[in-house]
């Protein structure tokens, strides 16, 4: 219908009859185009996530997706109960760990659920494949998702342009390539899917809308811990609409349902458990409610006793301070009563960066939780980072309910990004959406011609054009409130068009040189968009981190796979209960790949173990012995960068040793580590204990008789430049078990105690 | 000699009486091994002993069989045992074995069925080639990974036979020089890398004296402890094939530490490990994967060669005496090579156990044959006994009823054991269709679902609303195509004019005219009609196509307007200046009552 409307509009243009030729109605035109839109993007999110596989195979990557492979194969060979009850022996020990109370099982369910039907229908997949290939996927339907909360946002065209943004923007990628197996990967999908529902659902307050907006929610809440940041902006957003006066019935509607179905459910999650009612950080959301009711009963009120404003406004005055004030107190006596937990530390180092850096060395020593600086933003967000604060500012000048909704949702994502580089990943969704609405604008603006001056020709490719940027039935309407505030031409930051422009707009829109120089530089900043994205997944992003590759000096590729060559012998070659102790970063790689019981995990839960295995590994070795031996280790195993150039548990043997100093000050001195000037060494300016630990004797052994190349003498290290300090390295407790061909990872064997204890020196009785 | 044995056969003869295998015994007592010659190889971790015999028939009556017997030691081990006639043709016979017992002897004997009947007094040259595996013990059972490592092997001195040896000798192959101990019996003559014993004579039956060599042996002493071989068969022209694969090191446990420094810089530091193993697939094998639970194993090299495929598959580690691994390796073959059928009629033909290293010990096979869905009357003809377990189905892509699994094992395979099996079975061309169908009915199903479903309206409450807003816009639709035809008829009109202007055809011009008026008269009448209806149905867009209509009748009287002045400039009634500039006013006026109508459409 807009097509024939818009033809319309070229007024004295020749296309009338032209329009004919196109037979069927241009909806049914319309909605396949749109569907051929996004089934490409879903394709292109599909496909470029694909790199890992393609170069290297389908192999799950890094740490963390590890364990979330092991749980889900756990899942599928013994059902969902035994899932939920799983007590994990093999992990800490000899605590264990109860894994079906403290997993997000969102993930596992999906990838197992999808295993279960597709071999139900006899296509027999291996749940390997189905946990690869699960992020891809589910990017697609992220792209969709994205499309669906942008159209309600803006409209179809700029949903498009968000579906295909989102489909490849890095700041989204990083965390769902194939092989990268984890919470985020459905959680994004779930996040984008719970906003378009709930904005669809303040839309039509609609019950019906609202309790899908709380089912998807319910999976957010099993899928990922980020689910805290919906059920804290939603509220947030509904206390703005409260605070700017827009309450309505459909508002009241949307926010009770979604609240009361949205919290019994995430009360089902055994991981969370009673937190939405027990802890500060789900607070807000109840508080929110109240007031909501609050307000709703003075409304009420109001309506029923037939109140003048002016006995309204005392009314209003006097009951909803009164309620916040009780809110607030009671909120306060049941966080000290104990019934409500108070915000937990990671909270915390939301607000003040420098506080995990202070209390909480665990949480600081992993990167992804410091804060970024600039080029992690651009890196990756590229053009999108510059365009996102024009569509914001679109969605503030023709401002409604749901576009307060995103602008929360951008400020917010964007504080929490600038704290913690790994949230850039919620910005991601968010930046992509307003950069669609920017975009998507600019384009209406310059490539649409409604100017019927320009003839026959400009209507027809017009015509064209109008159908290549806009899609749906109310972007023709959309597009005339631009038109008519054309003449606030500042309307477009940053790159606007010059003065001399503007007095064009003014008289009637911009020339047709400027529309194409306009379009041409928007083209090609989505074009260098698009090559930015594919180079940094390429490169930076299709890493499985335990394959690893050096380019050879004929540019033949090298595979080093000294992780797998390391486990997989000790899946094979130590006794099936064997204990194997190593710092926490590779517990979930030990348990996935060598099936090994492992003392400390990436699943970070108990500080006090991972600082006894951190006091072990920074100890000499007799003093290590004894907690090993307590401990009932088996087998040590150290990352040893110092052949390939690799960083390695030299590289974090600091934060062990300021973990191990956290829990046991006595012991364990970061000071000793260090030389007289403070450096942190370990050539010949090392400190003697840094040079008894126990990580730098394992790292080292017979390190020093190693010459690498002709040029460098022997025990040079390559990772720190440097000749070791202590060449001449023994053991008495343990012994090497392997080391990988690479010497990247190196086991040792703890020895049992001696039946007898042996003579340090021979007997006196004898040297007389 | 022949009373230097009597008391033996006579002995003999009384067991045989008392077992009732007289047939054997007679046979026994009339055969002589003539001459043998046994070598003894021991150059691998198998222990390969071939012998040749010459069977001299002593008696009168002519003989079909004789009975090969293996020691009560060695026969546990006895991975292979065959026996061929080494005639004066070129091409060896090979004879059939059937197992058989000797009451009163122990040990394992076979029955050996000769071609044709030995006649009394012949000879025929026969040689016996067995087998045996794990019969060489390291000794030390365990070392360092300095150490070499020293195997010890315990046989017979003799060659074991339920009849008499006339002479014989032994020649025993080792892999290296070093030899530590070896028994001395007829004081035997060393060589480089062989021991020669004997040559003994007369040897009585079942005559055993213990031969005990100790000495190094560091070729690579693998086991397959288990290999699964699935082969799955397509008749879309592919054979997979995948096999997985638990290989061990059963040499001399490595004891200590495992020292890379050590394993890297000097060459014979652990010896006795094995880095890598050389499997042959099929010429045609493709897509050669090799992989294990945590993914591809990076350390292969595939090599095409003109008859086969190989492939080097090394382990993630190095194996040393003790240790172990796993891994899956699978390829796919065309099927036309290997898959022959006659009408309905099918025969596989493959390898029961493929190639996996040289000298290869398999301890347990297991070979999963997958047929395709449907197959029937299935037989299979196996080149040596096997045990089959219960068949089982299969379900894969596409599956319904599933695949009929033949499933068999065996124990105890060596390098020999690489034979074909055949397997016959008949299916039914048509059920080729079979999954083609089904995915083409999946398909048809989902289309038409979507089909019902946008087609049908499921809601269950009715929303006269929306039936309203669907009707006015169907009717709006139309007066949208009636104006734009309209308009069209003013441009028409204007060309018309435009042709008048320069061809002064009153004529022409009159009858277009006339055209305007008849079509613009029935456009008129059909938008009033559908403006009637949409007032019908109550919709205030009625007073729009109102307003339209009035635009819409200026305009047209503009097109007169500028009709008439055409005709007047033709008729030289105004001068063209004047002409012009009144038409550029009624343009402009028509192009702004066209706008009010634009902005009207729109608003629809």
């Known amino acids: 219908m807009t097509q024939r409307k818009r033809d319309l509009g070229g007024g004295g243009g020749g296309g009338g009859g032209g329009l004919r030729g196109w037979g069927a109605p241009p909806s049914g035109w319309l909605s396949l185009l749109s569907f051929a839109i996004l089934l490409l993007a879903w394709l292109v999110a599909f496909s470029s996530r694909l790199f890992a596989v393609i170069r290297f195979e389908s192999i799950i990557h890094e740490f963390d997706p590890w364990f979330n492979y092991r749980a889900t194969r756990y899942l599928t060979e013994n059902g969902f109960y035994h899932f939920l009850n799983w007590f994990d022996e093999r992990a800490w020990y000899p605590l264990g760990r109860i894994v079906g109370g403290t997993v997000f099982p969102g993930l596992m369910v999906t990838a197992g659920l999808i295993h279960h039907v597709l071999n139900a229908l006899h296509v027999t997949v291996h749940i390997r494949d189905v946990c690869v290939f699960l992020a891809p996927v589910f990017s697609g339907l992220t792209s969709v998702a994205t499309f669906l909360l942008t159209r309600e946002l803006w409209n179809q065209s700029a949903g498009l342009l968000a579906a295909c943004l989102i489909a490849i923007a890095p700041g989204y990628t990083q965390r769902s390539v194939a092989g990268s197996y984890d919470n985020e990967g459905v959680a994004i999908f779930a996040l984008q899917l719970t906003y378009f529902l709930w904005v669809r659902s303040v839309k039509t307050g609609s019950v019906f809308w609202s309790v899908c907006c709380s089912l998807s929610y319910f999976y957010m809440v099993s899928a990922w811990g980020g689910y805290v940041f919906i059920v804290n902006l939603v509220p947030l957003h509904v206390l703005v609409l409260l605070l700017m006066g827009r309450h309505s019935g459909r508002l009241y509607v949307a926010y009770s349902v979604f609240y009361v179905v949205g919290l019994v459910l995430s009360l089902q999650v055994p991981f969370v458990g009673f937190q939405p009612v027990r802890s500060s950080e789900h607070m807000a959301a109840a508080g929110v409610f109240a007031l909501l009711q609050a307000y709703a009963f003075v409304h009420y009120l109001r309506d029923r006793l037939g109140l003048t404003p002016r006995e309204f406004l005392a009314l209003f005055l006097l009951c909803v301070p009164l309620a916040a004030v009780a809110g607030t107190a009671a909120l306060v006596l049941l966080t000290y009563g104990g019934y409500i937990a108070p915000w937990s530390g990671r909270f915390y180092s939301l607000w003040d960066t420098g506080y995990a850096a202070v209390h909480i060395p665990l949480i600081a020593s992993v990167a992804e939780h410091q804060t970024p600086t600039w080029w992690p933003f651009f890196f990756n967000l590229h053009v999108l980072l510059c365009t996102f604060p024009a569509g914001l500012w679109f969605c503030l000048k023709d401002i409604n309910d749901e576009r307060v909704f995103v602008a929360l949702y951008a400020v917010s994502a964007a504080y929490f990004a600038a704290v913690m580089s790994r949230l850039i990943l919620t910005l991601t969704p968010v930046v992509c959406v307003l950069s669609a609405v920017a975009f998507s604008n600019v384009f209406e603006r310059y490539l649409a011609d409604e100017n019927p001056r320009n003839g026959n020709n400009a209507a027809i490719t017009e015509n064209k054009d109008s159908k290549r940027s806009s899609g749906g039935g109310r972007s023709g309407k959309l597009r005339k409130q631009h038109v008519a505030s054309s003449s606030e031409a500042g309307e477009r930051p940053g790159r606007g068009p010059t003065e001399a422009q503007e007095k064009e707009e003014e008289e009637g829109g911009p020339g047709i040189h400027l529309r194409a120089a306009v379009c041409l530089t928007m083209l090609f900043l989505l074009a260098l968009f698009a090559v930015h994205c594919t180079t940094v997944t390429s490169t930076a992003y299709s890493h499985p981190s335990v394959v690893l590759t050096t380019r050879g000096s004929r540019g033949d590729i090298d595979v080093i796979d000294d992780y797998r060559e390391a486990y997989y012998w000790l899946r094979q070659n130590t006794a099936e209960r064997a204990r194997v102790m190593a710092w926490w970063d590779y517990g979930y790689q030990i348990a996935g790949m060598a099936d090994r019981t492992t003392i400390v995990d990436n699943n970070t839960w108990n500080n006090s173990h991972i600082a006894l295995v951190g006091k072990a590994m920074a100890s000499n070795e007799s003093a290590a012995y004894g907690i090993m031996r307590s401990l009932d280790v088996d087998y040590v195993l150290v990352i040893f960068g110092g052949v390939l150039g690799q960083g390695d548990d030299i590289s974090k043997f600091l934060w062990m040793v300021r973990i191990a100093e956290g829990e046991h000050p006595g012991d364990v001195r970061e000071r000793d580590y260090l030389n007289a000037r403070g450096e942190y060494r370990v050539d010949a300016g090392g400190t003697r204990t840094m040079f008894d630990s126990l990580v730098y004797k394992m790292c080292y052994h017979r390190f020093g008789e190693l010459q690498l190349s002709a040029r460098q003498p022997a025990g040079f290290d390559r990772a720190r430049g440097a000749v070791i300090g202590e060449k001449d390295i023994s053991f008495k407790h343990l012994e090497e078990a392997f080391t990988s061909e690479h010497w990247l990872v190196r086991i040792y064997r703890v020895k049992k105690p001696d039946n007898r204890e042996p003579l340090e020196n021979r007997l006196r009785v004898h040297e007389d | ?604």
């Open chain 2, 1 to 604: 000699m022949t009373l230097n044995t009597s008391p033996k056969l006579l002995v003999l003869l009384l067991l045989a009486a008392s077992s009732s295998t007289v047939l054997l015994t007679r046979a026994a007592a009339e055969l002589v091994n003539e001459e043998v010659k046994r070598t003894v190889d021991l150059s691998t971790h198998l222990a390969k002993i071939t012998a040749e015999l010459l069977l001299h028939n002593q008696g009168e009556q002519a003989v079909s069989s004789f009975t090969l017997a293996v020691e009560p030691e060695l026969a546990p081990h006895l991975a292979y045992i065959g026996a061929s006639v080494k005639g004066d043709e070129e091409e060896d016979g090979t004879l059939e074995l059937k197992q058989t017992t000797i009451h009163g002897q122990s040990g394992e004997f076979y029955k050996v069925m000769l071609p044709s009947s030995l006649a009394g007094g012949a000879k025929l040259r026969v040689k016996v080639e067995t087998v045996y595996s794990h019969v060489l013990r390291p000794f030390p059972t365990h070392i360092t990974q300095a150490e070499r490592q020293l195997v010890v092997f315990q046989g017979n001195h003799y060659f074991y036979s339920p009849y008499v040896t006339r002479s014989q000798t032994t020649r025993v192959r080792l892999s290296t020089k070093t030899v530590e101990t070896y028994t001395k019996l007829g004081n035997p003559s060393k060589s480089d890398e062989s021991i020669e014993y004997g040559p003994f004579r007369d040897i009585a039956p079942f005559s055993e004296d213990a031969l005990k060599i100790h000495y190094e042996n560091n070729t690579p002493f693998l086991t397959i402890s288990s290999i699964t071989r699935i082969i799955e068969v397509s008749h879309w022209g592919n054979i997979a094939v995948e096999e997985t694969i638990d290989l061990r090191h059963t040499g001399a446990y490595l004891k200590g530490p495992f020292s890379r420094y050590d394993y890297q810089r000097q060459s014979d530091s652990g010896i006795s490990s094995v880095k890598s193993l050389k499997t042959i697939l099929p010429a045609s094998a493709q897509d050669v994967y090799y992989r294990d639970e945590i993914g591809n194993i990076s350390t292969s090299h595939l090599q095409v060669l003109e008859d086969s495929v190989e492939v080097e598959v090394r382990p993630r580690f190095p194996l040393f005496g003790g240790w172990k691994t796993h891994y899956i390796i699978g390829y796919n073959l065309p099927s036309y090579e290997y898959l022959y059928m006659l009408g309905d009629q099918y025969a596989l033909k493959m390898r029961l156990v493929d190639h996996v290293y040289d000298d290869q010990v398999i301890d347990s096979l297991t070979v999963k044959l997958i047929l395709p869905e449907g197959a029937r009357n299935i037989h299979v003809d196996t080149p040596y006994p096997i045990d089959r377990m219960p068949d089982q189905l299969h379900y894969t892509y596409l599956d319904t009823f599933g695949r009929p699994v033949l499933v068999a094992t065996k124990t105890n395979l060596v390098e020999q054991h690489i034979q074909d099996v055949v397997v016959h079975y008949t299916f039914n061309k048509i059920l080729m269709l079979q999954e083609p169908l089904l995915v083409v009915g999946a398909f048809y199903i989902l289309f038409f679902t979507v089909i019902i479903y946008v087609r049908l309206d499921f809601a269950i409450t009715k929303d006269p609303a929306a039936e309203v807003r669907m009707k006015v816009a169907s009717i709006t639709e139309q007066v949208l195509t009636l104006v734009n035809k309209r308009l069209g008829l003013y441009r028409h009109m204007d060309e018309v004019v435009n042709r008048y202007k320069q061809s002064r055809d009153t004529g022409a011009l009159n009858s277009g005219r006339k055209t305007l008026e008849a079509d613009h008269r029935t456009l008129t009448n059909d938008i009033a009609s559908l403006q009637a209806r949409l007032k019908a149905e109550g919709s205030d867009l009625a007073e729009k196509v109102g307003e339209v209509q009035k635009s819409d009748g200026q305009v047209k009287e503009l097109v007169c307007r500028s009709c008439q002045e055409a005709e007047r400039l033709v008729a030289g009634k105004i001068k063209k200046e004047a002409y012009i500039e009144s038409e550029k006013t009624l343009a402009g006026k028509r192009q702004e009552l066209v706008t009010r109508i634009d902005s009207l459409l729109d608003a629809l």
